[in-house]
């Protein structure tokens, strides 16, 4: 306390210009409107700026929890889809009072955010923020909007990783859209927007720009689900099937957030197959 008392009494001429200091400038900005005007101006810019920044972040924080409310909102709306139903209507009887009394669900949705993604390896994987405890299956199939992901093949508790389309282990059933010729999708582990596709006979009547959608052969994906466009096609002398590449509908290099489906028959027909 002693030292203290003696700083201020060594320092009391510094002090007292400052107390006159802040006194001329209380007077000036009281007395003089462009004074006040301006200093008013400058604090006002900078606790704007200050709030703008501020609603900015908070913004940004609100922003994944309404992403992931969509996301279960279009969930919903895939799983009542008539491609994620399957019939149970007979002969005899028919129902015409509801669009859904004639199905029963067989695929369902759920959505999920994408934590991280490699897309430049030989074989790639993605990470997604839903495991054991929101439901999640081994070997369900994971989408976007538009194309194919990837199929979920190990689950924590609270993530689940995703072996990609673009892994060279990883075989798809794919079909021609408009003529329903099947192949396998696969991924020759070169340009991450390119895919191919083997096994189409090569009396086929391709073009490019067709359309290349999921077969439903397997238990993992629905049918009609788009992949890609075919880019490139070619028959090599004494081969039997094309040898074609599709431009992906999906940019995999950029894929933020993803469907899940969840095929409810798998157990059953893995079990009789």
Same mark, same amino acid.
């Given at each position: 306390?002693?030292? %203290?008392?003696?700083?201020?009494?060594?320092?009391?001429?510094?002090? %007292?210009?400052?107390?006159?200091?802040?006194?001329?400038?209380? %007077?000036?900005?009281? &007395?003089? *409107?462009?004074?006040?005007?301006?200093?008013?101006?400058?604090?006002?810019?900078?606790?704007?700026?200050?709030?703008?920044?501020?609603?900015?972040? *908070?913004?940004?924080?609100?922003?994944?929890?309404? &992403?992931?409310?969509?996301?279960?909102?279009?969930?919903?709306?895939?799983?009542? #889809?008539?491609?994620?139903?399957?019939?149970?209507?007979?002969?005899?009887?028919?129902?015409?009072?509801?669009?859904?009394?004639?199905?029963?669900?067989?695929?369902?949705?759920?959505?999920? #955010?994408?934590? &991280?993604?490699?897309?430049?390896?030989?074989?790639?994987?993605?990470? /997604? !923020?839903?495991?054991?405890?929101?439901?999640?299956?081994?070997?369900?199939?994971?989408?976007?909007? &538009?194309? /194919?992901?990837?199929?979920? !093949?190990?689950? $924590?508790?609270?993530?689940?990783?995703?072996?990609?389309?673009?892994?060279?282990?990883? #075989?798809? !059933?794919?079909?021609?859209?408009?003529?329903?010729?099947?192949?396998?999708?696969?991924?020759?582990?070169?340009?991450?927007?390119? %895919?191919?596709?083997?096994?189409?006979?090569?009396?086929?009547? /391709?073009?490019?720009?067709?359309?290349?959608?999921? $077969?439903?052969?397997?238990?993992?994906?629905?049918?009609?689900?788009?992949?890609?466009? /075919?880019?490139?096609?070619?028959?090599?002398?004494?081969?039997?099937?094309? *040898?074609?590449?599709?431009?992906?509908?999906? *940019?995999?290099?950029?894929?933020?957030?993803?469907?899940?489906?969840? !095929?409810?028959?798998?157990?059953?027909?893995?079990?009789?197959?």
């Amino acid at each position: 306390m002693q030292q %203290l008392i003696l700083f201020l009494i060594k320092r009391k001429y510094f002090f %007292l210009l400052l107390l006159l200091q802040i006194v001329a400038l209380i %007077l000036t900005i009281q &007395n003089q *409107d462009y004074h006040r005007s301006q200093i008013v101006g400058s604090t006002g810019n900078f606790i704007g700026d200050t709030y703008k920044n501020i609603n900015k972040f *908070d913004s940004y924080l609100k922003l994944k929890d309404e &992403n992931e409310l969509l996301l279960d909102e279009n969930a919903k709306l895939h799983s009542l #889809l008539e491609k994620s139903m399957y019939s149970i209507s007979t002969n005899f009887t028919t129902y015409s009072d509801s669009i859904n009394k004639g199905f029963r669900q067989k695929y369902q949705y759920s959505g999920a #955010l994408v934590i &991280n993604n490699s897309y430049r390896q030989r074989n790639n994987y993605l990470t /997604i !923020n839903k495991g054991k405890i929101n439901g999640v299956t081994e070997e369900s199939g994971v989408v976007t909007h &538009n194309g /194919i992901v990837g199929v979920v !093949n190990n689950i $924590g508790e609270n993530y689940s990783s995703v072996i990609s389309v673009l892994n060279k282990n990883l #075989l798809i !059933n794919a079909k021609l859209k408009k003529s329903s010729y099947f192949g396998s999708l696969k991924w020759d582990g070169r340009n991450h927007n390119i %895919l191919q596709l083997t096994d189409i006979p090569k009396h086929a009547k /391709i073009s490019i720009g067709d359309t290349i959608t999921t $077969g439903g052969y397997s238990s993992i994906f629905p049918a009609e689900i788009p992949i890609g466009k /075919i880019s490139y096609f070619e028959i090599k002398e004494g081969q039997n099937y094309y *040898d074609i590449e599709l431009e992906t509908f999906i *940019d995999y290099a950029n894929i933020k957030s993803v469907y899940i489906i969840k !095929n409810l028959h798998k157990i059953e027909l893995d079990t009789i197959q």
